[in-house]
Nanobody
Framework: EVQLVESGGGLVQAGGSLRLSCDAS????????IGWFRQLQGREREAVSC????????YYADSVKGRVTISSDYAKKTAFLQMNSLQPEDTAVYYC???????????????????WGQGTQVTVSS
């Protein structure tokens, strides 16, 4: 199973920012979709944002729209999640995942991704 590697998590005060990175260089499919997901304590994993590699379609969950920006470096198979105006309810383990991308159909749900990272903890203090 291909492993992705997340980095950039940490502890931040409410209102602060963090930038998460995802190394998907070991993912061999092309084009591909990179997704960011999070799992709050005691809750199911949920989609945060996704981006397609070839045409850069994007998806944002309603809970993060306007505060989060996803981007990617196609050549390096690296994706980023810039998170601003963080709130305590954003505290979670954040995972990146990759899946083959079929042009024009950006699906962003956990069941659509087969390659995952180990996760990085994001903690927002009030």
């Amino acid at each position: 199973e291909v492993q992705l590697v997340e980095s950039g998590g940490g502890l931040v005060q409410a209102g602060g920012s963090l930038r998460l990175s995802c190394d998907a260089s070991r993912f061999t499919f092309d084009p591909y979709t990179i997704g960011w997901f999070r799992q709050l304590q005691g809750r199911e994993r949920e989609a945060v944002s996704c981006i397609s590699s070839s045409d850069e379609l994007t998806y944002y969950a309603d809970s993060v729209k306007g505060r989060v920006t996803i981007s990617s470096d196609y050549a390096k198979k690296t994706a980023f999640l810039q998170m601003n105006s963080l709130q305590p309810e954003d505290t979670a383990v954040y995972y990146c995942a990759a899946a083959p991308y079929f042009t024009g159909s950006l699906d962003c749900f956990t069941g659509g991704f087969g390659s995952w990272g180990q996760g990085t903890q994001v903690t927002v203090s009030s």
